[in-house]
């Protein structure tokens, strides 16, 4: 009995200790391709795009790569080069399924593990950015192998009544990046 009562102790200790189910399959970082386009669908390259949430700040040349942290908050693009219209991009942030495992395994300890360090969290992984548009771009649109395509922010932005149509949940609002 002893024995028994070591080894659930002993086991219970080593979980606890290893933290939320996303910090152990996820990185706090996510590679996020950006492509950028014309309103006549023709590439546009050689453009400097900057990608932004409250964890940083990362900036590439599309067609291009970026690192992000992770967040429960929305990634913002900023697409800019000389002669072209701005292109700008909400990318929609989405629990992770690890989230729902830590809720309904861990008593919500790694939850809030894996919110705190972002690694619940996950952004759409390729971006479409088209020039002279501000976008919406969401993981549950994307499809293996092709770019997010973004929605119209004033007609398609994702809302509390469209998310219940899907099994990820919105984490924030869509919303319009503001000049400064």
């Not at 290893?18 to 492509?35: F, M, P, Y």
């Not at 989405?94 to 008593?107: A, P």
């Not at 004033?154 to 099994?167: F, G, H, Q, R």
């Amino acid at each position: 009995m002893q024995k028994t009562s070591l080894a659930v102790s002993l086991l219970l200790a080593a979980l606890a200790g290893l933290g939320g189910c996303a910090t152990i399959t996820k990185d706090a970082n996510q590679s996020v391709q950006i492509e950028t386009y014309d309103k006549n669908n023709q590439p546009v390259t050689g453009v400097k795009c900057t990608a932004e949430n409250e964890r940083g700040k990362w900036t590439t040349l599309s067609p291009g790569f970026v690192s992000v942290h992770r967040s429960s908050q929305n990634l913002m693009v900023n697409c800019e080069k000389e002669n072209e219209a701005a292109g700008r991009g909400t990318v929609v942030s989405r629990v992770n399924g690890g989230m729902f495992g830590n809720i309904i395994f861990g008593g919500g300890i790694g939850a809030i593990i894996d919110h705190n360090k972002g690694t619940a969290y996950t952004y759409p992984s390729w971006l479409r950015i088209v020039m002279g548009d501000s976008l919406v771009y969401d993981k549950k649109d994307e499809k293996e192998n092709s770019p997010v395509i973004g929605k119209n922010t004033a007609t398609e932005a994702p809302t509390a009544e469209t998310s219940k149509e899907n099994s990820e949940i919105p984490v924030a609002a869509a919303t319009t990046p503001t000049a400064e």
